[in-house]
């Protein structure tokens, strides 16, 4: 019996090494290739053509992935049944709004791309819901004419306005809006994209900027009151329910955290439910990820750790602030995920010199790789290489 035992402890040990080895090996994944990503706005096209001439542009730089526009505010540029379509495809007057193009700008670039082996992320713009100072025709359904519930208001009880240039924002407290963003994504889920990339998902903490367009006789004072969202009854309700009536600053700022926090988790569990593949939802999320939490309500880290996202891709545009902000991001969501979860957003209208710099810290700092913003700066109208461009090309392409 001596000799059975022996045996077993010999299996038994084995067994156990066997157990640790695949541990081991399981856990231990090879590098991945950086990530070379390009956004491309709604602005850079308006023709068939201009789309395919993009496309061609972007893979023939040697860029892995793009971040294709085809959503402003509350308008889009590809098939929907929730939204009317974009009238820059038709023209330049809103009264256009809704009109079919007669092609779809998504697939199409989904089309052009297969053969390059580029991967299309679905790009839109999620809580700004109309811009400039012509109201939408109410025949198109658009959310400024169809739900004006569903925007933000501010501190002196006002509907935020849009000006001629920023956007008015839908308020991701309420459930309806959350629910109609949600049918968004499972409409951009039934195309073949490789990812859905989320920006404006946040608080509109800039708007102190542009608010003296629509209040010019407002103090400094009244103009941060406009400037501060949201405080629509729903809010205010949620608010009281959770807290009480002595509500502090800092409970504040947690529940509209949360609020966005929760819609970029409905997004998430979305996606799995309709697409529960390899399809990634990315983020692009404020340079400063402490700032972006205390001021824009966007808890980039948090969505990081949590495992709410794939990639956030930091909008580090600063020269002066970079690396102190790519600390800050590396510290938010810890070594590990920013090694896999945070790709470095490089704006391309600094210095060419300041750029190139900035894409070998941002592959230096082990981090999942960068992302150019934008098209424009690298190609003119024509969709020629600009001087920029062609400098930056040189270095990008593998």
């Given at each position: 019996m001596k000799w059975?035992?022996?045996?077993?402890?010999?299996?038994?040990g084995l067994g156990v090494f066997a157990s640790v080895a695949w541990v081991v090996l399981s856990s231990f994944q090879p590098p991945q290739p950086p990530v070379r990503a390009l956004w491309v706005t709604r602005f850079d096209y308006t023709t068939p053509e201009d789309v395919c001439r993009i496309v061609d542009n972007v893979a023939a730089a040697g860029f892995t992935d793009v971040f294709f526009q085809i959503r402003g505010n509350a308008t889009v540029f590809y098939r929907s049944k929730l939204e009317p379509w974009a009238y820059e495809l038709s023209g330049e007057s809103p009264s256009l709004l809704g009109t079919d193009p007669g092609w779809d700008p998504l697939q199409l670039a989904i089309?052009?791309?297969?053969?390059?082996?580029?991967?299309?992320?679905?790009?839109?713009?999620?809580?700004?819901?109309?811009?400039?100072?012509?109201e939408p025709p109410e025949s198109a359904g658009q959310l400024w004419t169809a739900h004006p519930?569903?925007?933000?208001?501010?501190s002196l009880g006002q509907k935020m306005l849009p000006t001629s240039g920023w956007y008015s924002f839908i308020n991701p407290v309420l459930p309806e809006v959350r629910a109609h963003l949600r049918g968004i994504v499972a409409e951009l889920c039934r195309y073949d994209v490789a990812?859905?990339?989320l920006d404006y998902i946040r608080y509109p903490e800039d708007y102190r900027l542009v608010a003296a367009q629509r209040y010019p006789d407002a103090s400094d004072e009244e103009i941060l009151r406009h400037a501060d969202f949201s405080y629509d009854p729903a809010s205010q309700s949620a608010l009281f329910e959770q807290y009480g009536w002595e509500v502090s600053k800092r409970e504040i700022t947690q529940f509209r955290c949360d609020s966005v926090t929760h819609l970029v988790r409905d997004i998430s569990y979305t996606m799995q439910a309709t697409r529960p593949d390899d399809c990634l939802l990315t983020a692009s999320v404020m340079g400063n990820p402490v700032a972006g939490r205390a001021h824009a309500y966007q808890d980039s880290g948090s969505w990081?750790?949590?495992?709410?996202?794939?990639?956030v891709v930091q909008m580090n545009y600063g020269t002066t602030s970079f690396?102190?902000?790519?600390?800050?991001?590396?510290?938010?969501?810890?070594?590990?995920?920013?090694?896999?979860?945070?790709?470095?957003?490089?704006y391309c209208k600094n210095d060419v010199s300041e750029v190139a710099v900035q894409i070998d810290k941002a592959l230096a700092s082990g981090s999942r790789g960068y992302a150019l913003f934008s098209y424009s700066f690298l190609f003119d109208e024509e969709h020629s290489e600009t001087e920029k461009g062609r400098i930056l090309l040189e270095k990008i392409r593998p």
């Open positions: 059975i035992k022996t045996l077993w402890v010999v299996v038994l089309d052009t791309a297969a053969p390059h082996g580029l991967r299309v992320h679905a790009y839109m713009n999620v809580l700004p819901a109309w811009k400039g100072l012509v519930d569903w925007f933000m208001v501010d990812g859905i990339h990081v750790r949590q495992g709410l996202v794939d990639w690396d102190r902000y790519l600390k800050a991001m590396r510290k938010a969501t810890g070594r590990r995920k920013f090694r896999s979860s945070v790709v470095m957003g490089i």
